[in-house]
């Protein structure tokens, strides 16, 4: 019964900033890492960033220094602040969580994607 639901997507103008939420519902005993993925029409989907059990915190090169993810464990959600948005940022965005559940260990869960459009 763990799912995941995001929020934040939005059509914005280049430039401009959207923060994107997304929450993990359900008995989880552990949280082993939080993701955003992207994917556009007619291309694979690709790792946006991570953040892992310390806290460690990776981005795809396109984004680096522009987005940022962030978690509240408490709360079992992860954010993806995105400032400075370009064209080429448009995609569906997917969180991505791979957690201890009654499901099993390292057991991965997706959300159902939102999108996030960027106009020039």
């Known amino acids: 019964q763990v799912q995941l639901a995001e929020s934040g997507g939005n059509l914005v103008q280049a430039g401009g900033s959207l923060r994107l939420s997304c929450a993990a519902s359900?008995?989880?005993?552990?949280?082993?890492?939080m993701a955003w993925y992207r994917q556009a029409p007619r291309k694979e989907r690709e790792l946006v960033a991570i953040i892992t059990t310390g806290g460690t915190t990776n981005y795809i090169d396109s984004v680096k220094g522009r987005f940022t993810i962030s978690r509240d464990n408490a709360k079992n959600t992860v954010y993806l602040q995105m400032n400075s948005l370009k064209p080429e940022d448009t995609a569906v965005y997917y969180c991505n969580a791979n957690l201890n559940t009654r499901d099993g260990p390292h057991f991965n869960y997706w959300g159902q994607g939102t999108q996030v459009t960027v106009s020039s």
């Open positions: 359900g008995t989880i005993f552990g949280i082993n890492h």
